[in-house]
């Protein structure tokens, strides 16, 4: 997680100094390396009726979103995470050469000003889309570490993390209660009848609101009807039902 939250802190450390006006260095500025809207993914104020691509910020709150409503981990998004930071980064330095510029007029102000609105907007997002995978990662540490099919969908930031969560807490367990129990009852790995496991896993039969982004095939419900998941369609389902449906970004929870 670390290399994600480095991003994060981006006051700089050295005081900005004045430099051309704002109107020059708006005619003189380079494009962008990549492809990034200058409004961060606000809708259309002018009610275009086709359907745009996504901004990288659209995706990364469909993604933010699909997180905090999956009992399962999902896939990292690492890479959307980067391009994101770094047009926030550059973003907030041309606000801050901007801001230190005294020939910036008021109404320039005004603008600076709702840049930084939609930074901020940005960074909270950031944010809580990591700390809502930490919070899986720490729940879910033990079962992550030992399930291999798991391990794809996180990074190696994130896998050390899980690993070595599982290992203190395990040791914690170990040393405050478990060697004070009978030998026979000092595994994790317990599976007792009517009883919560030791390890916790996530829950795919809890139910879900599934949004359906495009058209999509039916699907069959766990008492044998199924439902077609037409464009624009909102459904109560099972998680697992809709599992490969939103790995596949068909379909969007809410």
């Known amino acids: 997680m670390a290399d994600w939250l480095e991003g994060l802190d981006l006051e700089p450390n050295d005081r900005p100094r004045a430099g051309?006006?704002?109107?020059e260095?708006?005619?003189?500025?380079?494009?962008?390396?990549?492809?990034i809207a200058d409004d961060f993914g606000r809708p259309n104020l002018l009610g275009a009726v086709e359907e745009e691509e996504e901004t990288p910020f659209q995706q990364l709150t469909r993604h933010w979103m699909n997180e905090r409503q999956a009992p399962d981990i999902l896939p990292g998004q690492e890479m959307l995470l980067g391009r994101i930071l770094d047009h926030v980064r550059k973003q907030s330095d041309d606000v801050q050469l901007l801001r230190a510029d005294?020939?910036?007029?008021?109404?320039?102000?005004?603008?600076?000003?709702?840049?930084?609105?939609?930074?901020?907007?940005?960074?909270?997002?950031?944010?809580?889309y990591i700390r809502t995978r930490l919070y899986k990662i720490e729940k879910y540490a033990r079962w992550i570490s030992t399930t291999a099919e798991v391990h794809e969908k996180l990074s190696k930031a994130e896998l050390d993390h899980a690993r070595r969560y599982a290992r203190l807490t395990e040791y914690h367990f170990n040393q405050s209660v478990l060697q004070s129990l009978?030998?026979?009852?000092?595994?994790?790995?317990?599976d007792m009848a009517f009883m919560p496991p030791m390890i916790p896993e996530p829950d795919k039969l809890r139910p879900v609101f599934v949004h359906a982004r495009q058209e999509c095939p039916p699907v069959r419900l766990p008492d044998g009807t199924s439902i077609a998941m037409e464009k624009g369609r909102i459904s109560l389902t099972p998680y697992y039902i809709v599992e490969q449906l939103l790995l596949r970004g068909e379909v969007e929870l809410v």
């Not at 051309?20 to 109107?23: A, I, Q």
């Not at 020939?103 to 809580?128: A, C, G, N, Y």
């Open 102 to 128: 005294p020939d910036s007029s008021e109404d320039e102000h005004f603008r600076i000003m709702l840049v930084q609105t939609e930074i901020e907007r940005v960074k909270f997002v950031v944010r809580s």
């Open 25 to 35: 260095r708006a005619r003189h500025a380079p494009d962008d390396d990549y492809p």
């Open 182 to 190: 009978p030998p026979q009852q000092r595994s994790l790995e317990d």
């Open 20 to 23: 051309p006006s704002f109107v």
